[in-house]
């Protein structure tokens, strides 16, 4: 089975920074695109970053400047360093990654179990 677990989620101030990460673990032949979603209270997930397995990205124009998304291939673990986090930031982040199974070698989306930034001051 493949998991994908995320952390680094907290409270911060208006202005501060966060820095979350996804680790992928499991029987993992290849991890391809991986991406960073956000859901706030009463809106629907929203695509924020995405990371090709060649390092090429995207962005949500609001995270455009602030965010950075990025991958460490040798660790199946990503990051998304948050900077001027404001409160429209806050929201539950997830992670997602499309994984091909080095038992089956079949591709399958796989989602974490999301982490919280608050925004606040």
């Known amino acids: 089975q493949v998991q994908l677990v995320e952390s680094g989620g907290g409270l911060v101030q208006p202005g501060w920074s966060l820095r979350l990460s996804c680790a992928a673990s499991?029987?993992?032949?290849?991890?391809?695109?991986m991406g960073w979603y956000r859901q706030a209270p009463g809106k629907q997930r929203e695509l924020v970053a995405v990371?090709?397995?060649?390092?090429?990205?995207n962005y949500a124009d609001s995270v455009k400047g602030r965010f950075t998304i990025s991958r460490d291939n040798a660790k199946n673990t990503m990051y998304l360093q948050m900077n001027s986090l404001q409160p429209e930031d806050t929201a539950v982040y997830y992670c997602?990654?499309?994984?091909?199974?080095?038992?089956?070698?079949?591709?399958?989306?796989?989602w974490g179990q999301g982490t919280q930034v608050t925004v606040s001051s």
């Open positions: 990371i090709t397995s060649g390092g090429s990205t």
């Open positions: 499991g029987s993992i032949f290849s991890i391809y695109t």
């Open positions: 997602n990654a499309n994984i091909r199974s080095a038992s089956t070698r079949h591709f399958q989306m796989y």
